[in-house]
């Protein structure tokens, strides 16, 4: 079976500092990883993906994630947080061959000017 | 182009009435999945279709949870005798078959609240 777990459901930085948000995944099957940002009364927008291949993957607005196997972890980071990054983050695992996604309970960043 | 459309954006209804919601996927987007997002969780897995035909329901919580999709496109989210516990985002997802069968794109979802 799948799942994910997001560590700390409130992350807070100051602008311009670095965005780091955790995931740790558990899968019986290789993984395909996801994280999606949702905004105030938005819908999940995907921010970026990994399949296969290249473990540091990058994304829409600066973002990127790096793939551990070892360590079970696909961690979300941003050098630089902007006022517009704060939203909602969810990392999910694909949940089988029917590729319906399995989340995690979200992480919400605030950016402080 | 469009993207995923969700109808009504927000319902409200009394315990124990019947509820539809709607979803238009993005035209050419054969497969189709519901979620259910509760306050403060993330989005849980409903049923997913390939098609007309539902291919995985195991996430329908109960026999009142009822999904259709007759034509391959817009698939409606049946609930019956709805109870206050049934208040959330129910949100639409939509992608491709093949390889790029994994990308989901979201709907901006109903919230439903059960009064």
């Known amino acids: 079976a799948q799942s994910v777990t997001q560590l700390g459901s409130h992350v807070s930085v100051s602008e311009g500092a670095l965005v780091l948000l955790r995931c740790n995944y558990s899968?019986?099957?290789?993984?395909?990883l996801f994280w999606y940002v949702q905004y105030p009364n938005q819908g999940l927008q995907l921010l970026l993906k990994?399949?296969?291949?290249?473990?540091l993957v990058k994304g829409i607005n600066g973002f990127e994630a790096e793939f551990k196997k070892s360590e079970t972890s696909f961690h979300l980071t941003k050098p630089s947080a902007h006022m517009s990054d704060a939203a909602e983050y969810f990392c999910a695992v694909r949940g089988g061959a029917t590729n319906k996604l399995i989340f995690g309970t979200g992480t919400l960043l605030a950016v402080q000017p | 182009g469009a993207g995923v459309s969700q109808t009504p954006s927000n319902k409200v209804t009394e315990k124990g009435k019947y509820v539809e919601l709607r979803c238009d996927p993005i035209s050419g987007h054969t497969a189709l999945y519901w979620y259910r997002q509760s306050l403060g969780q993330g989005p849980e897995f409903l049923i997913y279709?390939?098609?007309?035909?539902?291919?995985?329901d195991s996430g329908l919580p109960n026999d009142r949870f009822f999904a259709v999709r007759p034509e391959g496109s817009v698939s409606t989210l049946k609930i019956q005798r709805t109870e206050r516990g049934d208040s959330a985002v129910y949100l639409c997802?939509?992608?491709?078959?093949?390889?790029?069968?994994?990308?989901?794109?979201f709907g901006p979802g109903t919230r439903l609240t059960v009064t």
């Open positions: 899968s019986s099957v290789p993984p395909y």
């Open positions: 990994y399949t296969t291949g290249a473990t």
């Open positions: 279709f390939q098609g007309t035909g539902a291919a995985d």
């Open positions: 997802a939509s992608s491709l078959s093949g390889d790029a069968a994994y990308e989901q794109y």
